[in-house]
């Protein structure tokens, strides 16, 4: 059996090691296409492999067409918006995910973000502190609840809005519980979202919902770029001009943000939440250790095309 490795932003070597020993250990052979500049390159390296890792590369259906042997493959990390999995399904491709695996890293990242923005992105004036402010929360998943966590540890007060998960589960973590994003929304300086990007929830962080938010408000985005209305964005922020935006994932409108809008908006130059040693081993290993049990023994656990 061959797996394949395709990230375009490579896992750090000692994750790739231990992938290697996962593989290895199962008898199988391990292919690594890494920094691949070109989807020719990537269409390529999967025509005979039976198994593949990836990160946020794009498993398009011309992809999966031409993986002719390809049984599972396996996102390593937690939003699965880059697979085709009408496509995946139709070819019997089993699709996972590896839920929790690199949480912690972007919940650090998110915290580190607000940390940035509320000290003026380090411009030497006097900023503000998270100690007594109010986060909120915008789903409450892995990522979510150890957001939430780290905040406490900074004297925040911690919100949450998920339709998902019950009341009960957020009130146990002594956080309280919103039954809407308006109302989430309405009663927190800083909202960190955790939604996943899919049809319900593109472009749902709109400039009524944003206008919600009290004087002084913050917007940390380390899910996706996809669920903020790029447009809308830009209206708010003409409009309020105490609102602030970080994000981990650069809108398309990323240029005309930081032009018409400098010292209030924050963009890494490359998403990088998830991008830790620790982060890439434990996602690495559990994609290969899942890719290895569903060949031997069929089992389907984190399957997302069910
Ligand atoms: C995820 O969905 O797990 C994160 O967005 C991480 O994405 P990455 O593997 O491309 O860094």
Same mark, same amino acid.
């Given at each position: 059996?061959?797996?394949?490795?395709?990230?375009?932003?490579?896992?750090?070597?000692?994750?790739?090691?231990?992938?290697?020993?996962?593989v290895e250990n199962a008898n199988y052979e391990l292919v690594l296409l890494e920094k691949y500049s070109d989807n020719s390159e990537l269409l390529a390296a999967v025509a005979d492999v039976d198994a593949m890792i990836i990160r946020s590369d794009k498993a398009t259906k011309e992809v999966l067409d031409a *993986?002719?042997?390809?049984?599972?493959?396996?996102? =390593?990390?937690?939003? $699965?918006? %880059?697979?085709?999995?009408a496509t995946a399904s139709e070819k019997n491709i089993v699709a996972m995910n590896t839920p929790g695996q690199n949480s912690n890293a972007v919940a650090e990242l998110a915290i580190g973000m607000m940390v940035y923005v509320a000290r003026g992105l380090f411009n030497g004036?006097?900023?503000?502190?998270?100690?007594?402010?109010?986060?909120?929360?915008?789903?409450y998943g892995n990522v979510g609840k150890l957001v939430g966590n780290i905040a406490k540890g900074f004297g925040m007060k911690v919100a949450a809005f998920d339709p998902f998960?019950?009341?009960?589960?957020?009130? *146990?973590?002594?956080?309280?519980?919103?039954?809407? =994003?308006?109302?989430? $929304?309405? %009663?927190?300086?800083?909202?960190?979202?955790?939604?996943?990007?899919?049809?319900?929830?593109?472009e749902s962080i709109n400039y009524e919902l944003l206008n919600k938010m009290p004087k002084g408000a913050t917007l940390v985005n380390t899910a996706r770029k996809e669920v903020v209305n790029e447009t809308e964005l830009v209206k708010l922020m003409t409009d309020r001009e105490d609102f602030k935006y970080v994000s981990d994932i650069a809108p398309n409108n990323a240029e005309e943000l930081k032009e018409k809008f400098d010292g209030r908006v924050y963009f890494t130059p490359k998403k990088m939440g998830a991008q830790t040693s620790?982060?890439?081993?434990?996602?690495?290993? =559990?994609?290969?250790?899942?890719?290895?049990?569903?060949?031997e023994n069929g089992d389907t656990?984190?399957?997302?095309n069910k």
């Open positions: 059996m061959k797996v394949l490795v395709a990230t375009e932003k490579p896992f750090a070597p000692a994750a790739v090691n231990a992938i290697k020993t996962v *993986a002719k042997n390809l049984k599972i493959i396996v996102r =390593a990390g937690a939003g $699965y918006d %880059n697979i085709d999995l004036k006097a900023g503000s502190e998270l100690k007594g402010k109010t986060i909120g929360i915008h789903a998960i019950s009341a009960e589960t957020i009130d *146990a973590d002594g956080v309280t519980v919103y039954n809407s =994003a308006e109302e989430l $929304y309405s %009663n927190c300086q800083y909202i960190s979202l955790h939604i996943p990007a899919n049809d319900k929830t593109k620790e982060a890439n081993i434990n996602a690495g290993i =559990a994609a290969a250790t899942q890719i290895v049990n569903f060949l656990t984190f399957q997302v």
